[in-house]
Structure formats: structure tokens, C-alpha cells
């Protein structure tokens, strides 16, 4: 009775689900359903348990590759298709083509940059770094950064206050996503969004116009939006425009809306 159930089950998952097969010229394999052959990619699914994971791989990177065609749930038979040889690939050119699709599809990506912010109530510059994962399969990502800013209060600003001078120095904590832009017509997958919230926690020293000191400590909000487009080549230059926002419970700066102008490198 066992081995009956056991049939059936076996039975009914073959007819049940077409499994495709595609062998790299590395020896990997690939147990997936082939959704599309064209010139020169094949594009398939992966599933893990009920989540389906879309890819593609290049042909020149195919040894073979067979398709399984269930008719009528009935009978079976399947295509396998021998990829040509060829005479000018050697095994370094198989690791450098596969190397080259791995760094595509699933890579680190490291950014340094130079912004220049103009805010209504303040000016400031920035150094940024940016660390990120990037999976080809996946359009989120979510960076570790690093910043340092200087900012200097416009005087007319300041003035409204009743302090001769002002030293500000605080922290910030926060997220702050890339969303890739895939598909579009201008710069397909070069273009990403990026949303952030950051926290502010930091120290004023205020002086009176009668010299006299005193300390504040402020918090504060810093919302951001913009638009980056980072290249796909393993070293490039990384252009950004962005608006930002700040809102604090400073003595001296409450709140600016600006607008952030960023280049750099990506390696």
C-alpha cells in the first residue's frame, strides 16, 4: 500500500510540473522552467517553495539545456539542445564570461561623493560614502553611509535671533533606500530613486551679544528625496540631484528645504 501511495505521488508531481534543465560550460546546473529563448539569452524561473525568482542567463555561457513539453498531461518528451562549440573559447574566456555575469547580476556596489546643498535658511557641503548589495532580480536596496556635513546659517537667517554667534555640531541616524528604475526608455537600470529619514541629535553653544555662553541640546528630522544615476561599468562617475528638509528644535535653525546637487565615483 505504501509503495502505491508512493507511485502515485511520484505520478502526479511529473505530470504535475514541467522541470527544464540548463547546464553551464562550468558544470553548474540549473533546475528551472525556461519562460523564453531568444538570440542570445534564456530566460527562466527558479522556484523556492512558492516564490518564484525570474533571471536570465547569456548563451555563450550554456553548454546545453533541455526543455521538458508535457502534452495533455499524458505523455512526455523532451528537447535537448547541444550549444555549437567554439574554437575561440578557452577556459579563461568561460571563467571571464562568467565572471562578467555573476558581477552583473549579484555585486557590491561602492560609491564616494562630493554634494553641494542650497537650503533657504542654510548652505552646506557633504562627503558621502555609500555600500550596497545590488541583485539583479531585486529592485531595493539598502545602503550603509557614511557623512560628514558643514553648514553655514545664511546671516540673514540668523539675525532674526537674539545671539551674536552660533556653534552647532550634531548626528544623524536614519534609512536610506535606492530603488532601481528598470525598464525605462532613456537609461534602462542606471537610474535609481532614493527615499531617506534621518534622525538628528546634536549640541549648540550660543552666545549672547553680552558674551553670554550657554549650551542647547536639539533634535531634529531630516527627510530626503532624489534621483541618482549610477553606471553599470565597475568604475564610473555617479551623478545625483535631490531635494531635502530639515526640521529641529534648535534655538538658532528650526527648519530648511534645499536642494542637493551630488557627484562622484562609483568603484
Request: glycine share 6%; net charge negative.
Amino acid at each position: 500500500m505504501r509503495f502505491l501511495v508512493l507511485t502515485l505521488l511520484s505520478l502526479f508531481t511529473l505530470t504535475g510540473f514541467s522541470q527544464d534543465l540548463i547546464i553551464l560550460r562550468n558544470g553548474e546546473q540549473i533546475d528551472c522552467k525556461i519562460t523564453k529563448v531568444d538570440t542570445d539569452i534564456i530566460h527562466y524561473d527558479v522556484y523556492i517553495g512558492e516564490i518564484k525568482i525570474s533571471s536570465y542567463v547569456n548563451k555563450n555561457d550554456i553548454r546545453n539545456y533541455t526543455i521538458s513539453m508535457i502534452d495533455n498531461v499524458t505523455e512526455e518528451s523532451d528537447a535537448i539542445y547541444q550549444m555549437p562549440d567554439n574554437s575561440d573559447i578557452t577556459d579563461t574566456n568561460i571563467n571571464e564570461e562568467a565572471d562578467k555575469h555573476l558581477e552583473y547580476t549579484d555585486k557590491w556596489i561602492n560609491l564616494i561623493t562630493y554634494s553641494q546643498n542650497y537650503g533657504m535658511n542654510a548652505d552646506s557641503w557633504s562627503l558621502q560614502y555609500y555600500r550596497f548589495f545590488l541583485r539583479d532580480i531585486l529592485r531595493w536596496s539598502f545602503p550603509v553611509t557614511f557623512a560628514i556635513e558643514r553648514f553655514t546659517i545664511h546671516p540673514d537667517y540668523f539675525a532674526q535671533f537674539n545671539y551674536r554667534s552660533a556653534s552647532m555640531s550634531y548626528y544623524s541616524i536614519g534609512i536610506n533606500p535606492f530603488y532601481r528604475l528598470k525598464d525605462n526608455l532613456i537609461l534602462k537600470d542606471n537610474l535609481f530613486i532614493n527615499i531617506g529619514a534621518n534622525i538628528i541629535i546634536g549640541e549648540e553653544k550660543l552666545t549672547t551679544f553680552s558674551g553670554v555662553e550657554s549650551y542647547n541640546i536639539f533634535f531634529g528630522l531630516a527627510p530626503s528625496q532624489g534621483i541618482y544615476f549610477i553606471p553599470k561599468s565597475k568604475i564610473g562617475i555617479t551623478l545625483g540631484l535631490g531635494v531635502y528638509e530639515k526640521l529641529l528644535n534648535s534655538k538658532v535653525y528650526n527648519n530648511d528645504i534645499g536642494v542637493k546637487l551630488e557627484i562622484g565615483i562609483k568603484f
